[in-house]
């Protein structure tokens, strides 16, 4: 026995029992999802990838209304291959980790332009495809293709080190993890084996106050049998980045607003944001206030009361708004354009910027 995991003694059948237990509860309880098919019929491993890609840190209750709009207006991955990345990303506004967005369009691409429209069926194959790491290629290749794998995210981390007792801390336990995951694979149905853990993570083995007796595993369930089921998984404490401070500059011209485009590479890559200072730690707002876009007109910048804050993956953000009104023949600085404010809702904005713009426009 692993000394990672804590021991007790189990009978032989526990183990070979598991993923039976498992699909049985799932046949009952399965969860209804938009890119889910109903029982006995194929899944479309455009949708399932398209699915994975979008829920990669982010909810199924946020991510639904995206995944509905985008088979709406591209139903297949050849659809999505020949859209722009503008309207990849326009359309993608709002769903937060923007590089996804980008990956998703590169992928899409390469999917019809080298494989004629058609996924890989392999995870070897699949990795080598844009924005697929090792989960997510798991994950197709046993949802959409019937491989036998297990990808392990955050649902079933929690069952699996639950189900074990697992004492090692994450992040150093997943392979750990992933092992351990491995056998709750029946002979067949490995797709079905690894939404029945993800379901039963999401439904029944939640982070807090956990169902344990709604569940199939649980005279089996180490962690249960102690009693200490909400300790798990285990977790280093956790490093927060730096508060990084800087100025956004809401600029209105009648109706229009100036806005420019960021990076392609790098944070919020390729989406629509109002000028602004760079993001410092410790910047004052007098070092801020002086990268202000060079605006022809521009007589006083007026400081709207408070901040705007935004938590990043690493780091928290706070940004001071100046706003300022402009004549109606001012130009755009060099990389900059105006836009209309009522169709700001067809911009790629991030929410960060979303939440600039309100407070600059008083909305």
């Not at 990956?103 to 495809?129: K, M, Y």
């Not at 649902?155 to 392979?175: C, D, G, H, M, Y």
């Not at 102690?226 to 300790?231: E, F, L, T």
Request: hydrophobic share 40%; glycine share 8%; charged share 20%.
């Amino acid at each position: 026995m692993d000394s990672r995991v804590h021991s007790r003694k189990h009978t032989p059948a526990d183990g070979a029992s598991r993923p039976a237990l498992l699909l049985a509860w799932y046949d009952r309880h399965r969860r209804k999802l938009p890119w889910r098919p109903a029982p006995g019929v194929a899944p479309d491993p455009y949708r399932i990838w398209l699915s994975e890609i979008m829920l990669q840190q982010t909810g199924v209750k946020w991510v639904a209304p995206y995944f509905e709009k985008f088979v709406a207006r591209w139903p297949t991955v050849n659809d999505l291959g020949r859209a722009s990345l503008d309207d990849v990303l326009r359309m993608w506004a709002g769903l937060g980790y923007y590089s996804r967005a980008r990956n998703l369009h590169a992928c899409a691409v390469t999917v019809s332009r080298d494989h004629g429209g058609i996924f890989p069926d392999t995870e070897q194959g699949l990795r080598a495809l844009p924005g697929i790491g090792p989960y997510t290629a798991a994950a197709i290749a046993a949802i959409a293709f019937g491989r036998r794998t297990m990808p392990v995210d955050g649902n079933i981390e929690r069952v699996v080190s639950r189900l074990f007792a697992v004492e090692e801390t994450l992040p150093q336990a997943k392979p750990l993890i992933q092992r351990l995951a491995t056998t709750l694979l029946g002979s067949a149905r490995a797709g079905d084996s690894a939404q029945a853990l993800m379901d039963l993570g999401s439904s029944i083995c939640t982070p807090k106050k956990p169902a344990c007796a709604l569940c199939p595993l649980n005279e089996d369930c180490l962690a249960y049998a102690r009693g200490d089921q909400q300790a798990f998984p285990r977790k280093a404490a956790k490093k927060t980045g730096e508060l990084r401070r800087g100025a956004a500059f809401v600029v209105t011209r009648g109706d229009q607003l100036l806005v420019r485009t960021r990076a392609e590479k790098g944070l919020l890559g390729g989406m629509t944001e109002v000028p602004g200072s760079e993001w410092i730690a410790a910047q004052d707002d007098n070092a801020a206030r002086k990268q202000a876009p060079p605006l022809q007109g521009v007589t006083r910048w007026h400081r709207k009361a408070g901040v705007v804050t935004h938590v990043f993956t690493h780091f928290p953000l706070e940004l001071v708004v100046y706003t300022a009104t402009v004549p109606a023949n001012t130009r755009a600085p060099g990389g900059m354009r105006w836009v209309p404010i009522a169709t700001l809702k067809d911009e790629a904005l991030p929410n960060v910027m979303r939440k600039v713009i309100a407070h600059g426009l008083g909305q």
